[in-house]
């Protein structure tokens, strides 16, 4: 079976990385950080590499919003250290 990978080329693949980054909500978090661009360059890169884009399109489809990337996505350990150093330091403007 073909999947969306052999239709289009990696930087089209790896347009599902902005996808999620819309829906984890951490766009303008991601796009604060120092350094954003080379480690968007990287997420994306990841991602168009995944081979999983059906199963990531299906998901998406299912999660309008999603408190978490799916444990296929390859970008699931950036996202979740992001949410940790946004917690962080939403922690050390309150104290």
Known sequence: MLSLRHFFAAPERGALFH????KLGLRTALEARPGSDAVMKRA???????GREDTCQSWMAENEIAPE???FCKNHDM??????DIEAEKQLQTA
């Open 79 to 84: 996202f979740e250290r992001l949410k940790h």
């Open 19 to 22: 996808v999620m980054v819309d």
């Open 69 to 71: 990337a799916p444990y």
């Open 44 to 50: 994306q890169a990841r991602c168009a590499g995944c």
